[in-house]
């Protein structure tokens, strides 16, 4: 999954500094409510931002299930943590915690694109406006697919019948 991950990072990357060519010399970057600009920069600007959030998103993701490791059991929040963070299973742990945190950095990494693609067309058209028809939707399926990934962590770090009989619940 990782490679996705990355996959995904540059894609997003490539697509936030080819829109360089592509905007106006002054962009809307920020709107309201009903799609209007109420905000604006300079291309540059705008690229920065998405670029470092994309970046900074796909370093939070790659670092933190490693922390666990390094990290007070008690400040760790996971389902049935005493279970999981047991020295034997820390590093079955950290190997789920990671394939779990490589997929929310993949909807992460989709969601900023999708807002990069939504402004920069905002500001490809005219008049620039965001259009709702199209940010709603990525909005819509971004808290979808974050329900599902928390349900699936959920899952991921529930005991099991075999545990649940060896005293572990």
Request: glycine content about 6%; hydrophobic content about 55%; aromatic content about 12%.
């Amino acid at each position: 999954m990782r490679r996705f991950l990355l996959a995904a990072w540059l894609c997003g990357i490539s697509f936030h500094i080819a829109s360089l060519f592509l905007l106006p010399d002054r962009v809307a970057m920020h709107f309201g409510m009903d799609g209007t600009p109420n905000g604006w920069g300079r291309p540059m600007t705008h690229v920065a931002i998405f670029v470092g959030l994309q970046t900074f998103l796909l370093l939070l993701i790659v670092v933190i299930p490693g922390v666990v490791r390094r990290t007070p059991r008690e400040f760790v929040n996971i389902p049935n943590r005493d279970y999981w963070l047991a020295d034997e299973r820390l590093d079955e742990t950290v190997s789920r915690l990671q394939e779990h945190f490589d997929l929310l950095g993949i909807i992460l990494q989709g969601f900023v694109i999708a807002i990069g693609v939504c402004v920069t067309s905002a500001n490809l058209s005219e008049p620039i406006r965001l259009s709702n028809h199209a940010f709603l939707p990525t909005l819509a399926v971004f808290l979808v697919s974050i329900f599902a990934w928390i349900v699936r962590l959920f899952l991921a770090f529930r005991i099991d019948d075999v545990a649940a009989a060896d005293g572990h619940e």
